[in-house]
């Protein structure tokens, strides 16, 4: 069984269904356990009650040096310090051989079991941002993401874990300072620093906004796939990040710096906003949905907003897109569904 752990409040909950969900799809033994840091984020999943979820309150797992320095940080900030804790309290609670850290943003798009297959006799697994070249913070930010990481319950792989603990409690924070950068800086020497972590290699787990624009893409029988150079590897994961709902079904795919080729929007955001959208069509705990922007429809004159939108229509309906492009402002989409 492939055991996995994720923080969020109520504000994520959306994203951690959607990660749930690929995981029932593409894993077919896991146990996925979410420390909830809200009561209703905890209430939410304690009265749904569902296969293969395990939901750990806030105050169940925060111990003597997590409270007293949670004053000291943003909410953000005390995410990112409780980060190895609640990887810790889920091996040591629940005996587990090893444990994989994910970002609730993530989502599966086939087994990453090649992923632990790849970690071998190493006891920690850590993942590359691998940056394209005009988006690379590596110097600010760090060279490896904490996104997707595996600790084994080994005396080296809990040594490895328990001195990033000491390290984020000591130090968190979300600023560049004296090399330090959150929980993420950290990462950058263990390859020297410790000889039981490995640093993937397998391009289909951790493509992000960030790197999407270092390799090719292959569609194959709605598998999707990477390519560089000569090599190709099936597209495990990608991470979410900075992917925002707004109302009228606004939804920002990531931060606009970023730019996405039309393959990865096309197949891999629509994939995902599929699955959100249906949660959200769901539910009614999504209270967090936000306003519009206001600088959204700066710029676009309302009579080639209307002539667009038109256009537009009559081009997804003649091709029965089940969800289609409306417009678009820097990575600024609106989606309909269409019946």
């Given amino acids: 069984m492939l055991n996995f752990c994720t923080l969020f409040n109520s504000n ?3 994203y951690g269904l959607s990660l749930y969900e690929s995981l029932i799809k593409t894993t077919k033994s896991f146990h996925l356990y979410i420390y909830a840091f809200d009561d209703q984020c905890y209430e939410y999943f304690r009265v749904k009650s569902l296969p293969c979820i395990t939901i750990i309150k806030l ?3 925060e111990d003597e040096a997590l409270l007293n320095i949670k004053s000291t940080r943003s909410f953000g900030e005390y995410c990112w310090t409780c980060t190895p804790s609640v990887i810790k309290h ?6 587990l051989d090893k444990c994989t850290y994910v970002d609730a943003d993530l989502y599966f798009f086939s087994s990453p079991q090649p992923l632990f297959d790849e970690l071998g006799e190493k006891s920690v697994l850590i993942t590359e941002h691998r940056y394209y070249p005009r988006f690379d913070q590596s110097v600010e930010s760090g060279k490896y993401c904490v996104q997707f990481m595996v600790f084994k319950n080994t005396k080296s792989g809990m040594e490895v874990l328990e001195w990033w603990r000491n390290a984020c409690i000591d130090w968190c924070y979300n600023k560049f300072e004296d090399g330090k950068f959150g929980d993420q800086k950290y990462l950058d020497d263990w390859l020297d620093r410790f000889d039981t972590v490995h640093s993937l290699k397998h391009l289909g787990g951790g493509l992000a906004p960030w790197n999407v624009q270092n390799y090719n893409y292959e569609v194959i029988e709605d598998k999707i796939f990477i390519v560089e150079n000569a090599n190709k590897f099936e597209l495990i994961f990608y991470h979410y990040h900075d992917l925002k709902f707004f109302q009228s079904n606004i939804v920002k795919l990531t931060n606009e710096i970023y730019i996405l080729p039309k393959l990865v929007v096309d197949h891999i955001y629509k994939s995902y906003l599929k699955i959100a959208f249906t ?8 209270t967090f949905i936000s306003k519009i922007p206001p600088n959204y429809f700066n710029k676009v004159s309302f009579l080639s907003l ?8 009559i081009i997804d309906v003649v091709k029965l897109r089940q969800f289609y492009r409306l417009f678009s402002k820097g990575n600024y989409y609106s989606f309909t569904k269409f019946k």
């Fill in 90 to 95: 889920a091996i040591k609670t629940f005996n």
């Fill in 59 to 61: 105050e169940d797992f």
């Fill in 12 to 14: 994520y909950l959306v």
């Fill in 306 to 313: 209307l002539t667009r939108l038109r256009l537009q229509y």
């Fill in 279 to 286: 949660i959200l069509q769901q539910e009614d705990k999504f």
